[in-house]
């Protein structure tokens, strides 16, 4: 398919465990962003991409959040120990070129995390 | 601190009439603004999107209009029909950074 695409869609942990999140963005995509929405909210921000480096993380929430895309295309959001507040949809997104600021973001369909 | 507010949780309009859906900024950083629609267990689609430099944008059906003194712009669908029905957000960017700030959306329902 030709859009962006995440895995698992769903995925529930017991409180403590460690999650993996991917996300394969468009290809030849250089920005990537990782956006948390909590229930009846809107999407937040989390990180930025563009190509490996990671240009902006102020909006992971605790250093138990880490990020990473080491070739430049998919990503990897990881969640240690996880808590309850974790519990959201992550939403992956990527845009076509580095640094505009009109460049439109494709989302991905997101992941339903769950900890129990 | 929510920068960017949709105050109507949801929103019901008739086929056929036209959908307002409102939108409330703080940040006077923000220069460009996009609205983005989203169904059920989808990612948000992007719709129609505003540069601070303009006051209104035309797409088919759906139009915005954005009121720089008043922080504020608005989504005009018309006519509304019920494939339109979804979650609608408002998202803002400023010029130095690229990541999008949403607000927390407001869920049209287009009834028959």
């Known amino acids: 398919g030709a859009g962006v695409s995440q895995s698992p869609r769903y995925k529930v942990a017991k409180r403590g465990q460690d999650v993996a999140l991917r996300c394969d963005p468009i290809?030849?995509?250089?920005?990537l962003f990782w956006y948390q929405q909590a229930l009846g909210q809107g999407p937040e921000f989390l990180t930025y991409?563009?190509?490996?480096?990671?240009?902006?993380k102020s909006g992971l929430p605790s250093d138990r959040f880490f990020a990473e895309r080491p070739e430049g295309s998919v990503s990897t959001l990881k969640i240690q120990r996880t808590q309850q507040e974790d519990s959201a949809v992550y939403l992956c997104?990527?845009?076509?070129?580095?640094?505009?600021?009109?460049?439109?973001?494709?989302f991905g369909p997101g992941t339903r995390l769950t900890v129990l | 601190d929510q920068q960017v507010k949709q105050n109507s949780p949801s929103l019901s309009v008739q086929e056929g009439r036209i959908s307002i859906l409102n939108c409330d900024y703080t940040?006077?950083?923000?220069?460009?603004f996009l609205w983005y629609k989203k169904y059920p267990a989808e990612g948000p689609t992007f719709l129609i999107s505003?540069?601070?430099?303009?006051d209104k944008n035309e797409d088919g059906r759906f139009t915005v209009f954005l009121n720089k003194s008043a922080k504020h712009l608005s989504l005009h669908i018309v006519p509304s029909q019920p494939g339109d029905s979804a979650v609608y957000f408002c998202?803002?960017?400023?010029?130095?950074?690229?990541?999008?700030?949403f607000g927390t959306g407001t869920r049209l329902q287009v009834t028959l």
């Open positions: 997104a990527s845009s076509d070129l580095a640094g505009g600021p009109y460049n439109e973001q494709f």
């Open positions: 290809s030849g995509h250089v920005s």
């Open positions: 991409f563009q190509n490996e480096a990671q240009l902006d």
């Open positions: 940040n006077s950083m923000f220069d460009y």
């Open positions: 505003i540069s601070s430099i303009k």
């Open positions: 998202a803002a960017r400023d010029g130095t950074a690229s990541k999008l700030t």
